[in-house]
């Protein structure tokens, strides 16, 4: 039975016998088996999907200008060219 969680988490399980990856996002079944290789041993990751202060920190940080006019600082005049057919 799958339950939905409070805090939307995306649980990701890696088979510890050949490393394939299933994801849930509503909560992991009570007994998963490995598709690929039929093991059930698997390491769990958790991985929030509402942004925290880390996130939003991370994203302003390595955000870039998107101003009307503003020219892309590692474009050579050259490098525009080879994109117009």
């Known amino acids: ?3 939905r969680k ?6 990701t399980l890696v088979c510890l016998t050949c490393g394939a990856e299933q994801f849930f996002d509503s909560g992991v079944p009570s007994s998963v088996k ?8 698997f390491r769990t990751f958790s991985t929030p999907t509402q942004p925290d ?7 302003e940080d390595t955000a870039r ?18 994109l117009n057919p």
Request: hydrophobic residues 35%; proline residues 5%.
């Open 65 to 82: 200008s998107a101003a009307l006019g503003d020219v892309s600082p590692s474009t050579a005049l050259d490098d525009v060219r080879e």
């Open 1 to 3: 039975m799958v339950q």
């Open 6 to 11: 409070e805090n939307s988490d995306l649980i």
């Open 34 to 41: 490995c598709p690929t290789c039929g093991s059930t041993v």
């Open 53 to 59: 202060e880390v996130l939003e920190s991370q994203l």
